[in-house]
């Protein structure tokens, strides 16, 4: 019921940025937290940053003082912006939403990744 579409991944250079996308759709009351997740091949998906409503971002210990997340509530959008990007942030990117629908049932809805290569 809720739709999350992903954009802005690509190929750059090691020391490069990226700012990549997600907008939430569908009959949402409200999103509580909006997350960017990544998964490496053979690797496991793993969060790289999350903001909840009225809290503080946090962030994995590997991506700290590069990336920033970042929400518009009016859009149900969020942003991720990385800096200073490594080859080891290669992975597919994809963004995750929990909410409430219009009729008060949960949700949670994973868009389909975009992909993010950095090159050495």
């Known amino acids: 019921q809720v739709q999350l579409v992903e954009s802005g991944g690509g190929l750059v250079q090691a020391g490069g940025s990226l700012r990549l996308s997600c907008a939430a759709s569908?009959?949402?009351?409200?999103?509580?937290?909006m997350d960017w997740y990544h998964q490496a091949p053979g690797n496991q998906r793993e969060l790289v940053a999350s903001?909840?409503?009225?809290?503080?971002?946090n962030y994995a210990d590997s991506v700290k003082g590069r990336f920033t997340i970042s929400r518009d509530n009016a859009k149900n959008m969020v942003y991720l912006q990385m800096n200073s990007l490594k080859p080891e942030d290669t992975a597919v990117y994809y963004c995750?939403?929990?909410?409430?629908?219009?009729?008060?049932?949960?949700?949670?809805?994973w868009g389909q990744g975009t992909q993010v290569t950095v090159s050495s």
């Open positions: 995750y939403a929990a909410g409430t629908l219009d009729w008060g049932i949960p949700f949670h809805s």
């Open positions: 903001i909840t409503t009225g809290g503080p971002p």
């Open positions: 569908g009959r949402i009351r409200s999103i509580n937290t």
